[in-house]
């Protein structure tokens, strides 16, 4: 959002989850562009760009179908749309602005690009093939796993292997290019924090097998192995599957959830914005806000604040008079982190209930007296 109202144009992305003595790993700033089409268009409401991003993954079984029909045949298409857009794993994932989600949305058109160079041969579709692969290893590292599978495959299928590899190297690496770019410019930054935690932390907890590690990777081998199974496909097989994966996505899905997927029990971003409209309501000057059921910071809140041009210091919570707090009940004032035990001596001033389980309570910060001092 700051990016889009101050026209400003970064070549770097937000980090991710590997650190080393408080440096991140840096992911490309595509992160930031690609979800900006959906914010715009949604006025930079969450839900609603969510909700265009949830149609724009949904379209996208369009260039699916038709580029896994000209690799296979229209069986094998609709099998793989139909654990496209009916396993609960890649429902789940289209559903958030997230950089694995925003890979899974792209690789039909990977798919597509495989379908045209199989029936045209035409080796311009083989660059593209690879461009998009580096393009989509932008939004999240995990998915460079794509690349060897890709270049294997097609080191397999075409006698002319030194034409596959130029042409797959070349790609990968203009579509790549802005973090190939950044990786010279900043002396391997993201090669040496990845050897320094290896050295240092010798973990493997960053790496472990999550859904948004693997999912991408799977979708390119249920495609691949296209080879293998389609012999076994029948209109039968096919049905039942699509039968199957309906019920288990009715009992999963059609329960009225209590939180919002990945957030905590009877929580979710609607419970956010009821507190932010009645917090804005009050009118109240120098205050800050914790929501201590996940977020201290309360993000969520505050980019709401931003989006309406609410102006308060965000991160100051020694000076505020005020303090808003999300809770289930109002005694938190032992709890340790700063942006609470700082906020001490207060008293209640009001409290409103956000559901059955959090309240939305308001605390005022008491001044010292005489006989304090």
Same mark, same amino acid.
């Given at each position: ?142 998915? !460079? =796993? /794509?690349? $060897?599978? *890709? ?6 299928? &075409?006698? +002319? ?88 996505? !009715? =009992? /999963?899905? $059609?329960? *009225? ?6 957030? &905590?029990? +009877? ?94 309570? *308001? ?11």
């Amino acid at each position: 959002m700051n990016l889009w109202k101050n026209k400003e144009i970064t070549l770097v992305g937000p980090g991710n989850s590997i650190i080393v003595q408080n440096k991140q790993m840096i992911q490309g700033s595509i992160n930031y562009y690609f979800p900006m089409i959906f914010f715009v268009l949604g006025n930079f409401d969450p839900i609603t760009s969510s909700f265009l991003f949830m149609i724009f993954a949904a379209l996208m079984l369009i260039p699916l179908f038709y580029g896994s029909k000209m690799l296979f045949n229209c069986r094998v298409a609709f099998f793989i749309c139909i654990l496209y857009s009916l396993l609960p794993i890649y429902i789940d994932f289209t559903r958030f602005f997230f950089g694995p989600n925003f890979q899974l949305s792209l690789l039909p058109i990977v798919i597509l690009f495989m379908g045209l160079y199989k029936k045209t041969t035409n080796i311009s579709f083989l660059f593209l093939i690879f461009f998009t692969v580096g393009v989509i290893c932008q939004f999240h590292f995990a998915t !460079i =796993l /794509i690349l $060897f599978f *890709l270049i294997v495959y097609y080191l397999m299928l &075409n006698k +002319n292997k030194k034409q596959v590899l130029t042409l797959s190297i070349f790609g990968f690496a203009i579509g790549f290019l802005p973090m190939i770019l950044f990786e010279f410019k900043n002396n391997f930054y993201n090669i040496t924090i990845l050897s320094e935690y290896w050295r240092i932390a010798r973990s493997a907890k960053n790496f472990e097998l999550s859904p948004h590690r693997y999912m991408n990777n799977l979708l390119i081998v249920i495609v691949l192995g296209g080879h293998f199974y389609k012999r076994f496909l029948t209109k039968i097989t096919i049905s039942t599957l699509f039968v199957f994966l309906i019920l288990i996505d !009715i =009992l /999963i899905y $059609f329960p *009225l959830p209590s939180h919002g997927f990945g957030m &905590n029990e +009877n929580w979710n971003y609607l419970m956010e914005k009821k507190a932010y409209e009645i917090i804005r309501g009050q009118n109240l000057k120098n205050y800050n806000i914790v929501n201590h059921i996940y977020d201290n910071l309360s993000i969520v809140i505050k980019y709401q604040m931003k989006k309406d041009n609410v102006s308060i210091n965000f991160d100051d919570y020694y000076h505020n008079d005020f303090l808003y707090v999300i809770s289930n009940n109002e005694k938190i004032f032992n709890d340790p982190a700063y942006e609470i035990k700082t906020f001490q001596p207060n008293k209640k001033i009001e409290e409103w209930k956000l559901n059955d389980i959090y309240n939305l309570y *308001l605390f005022e910060r008491l001044k010292p007296t005489l006989n304090d001092t």
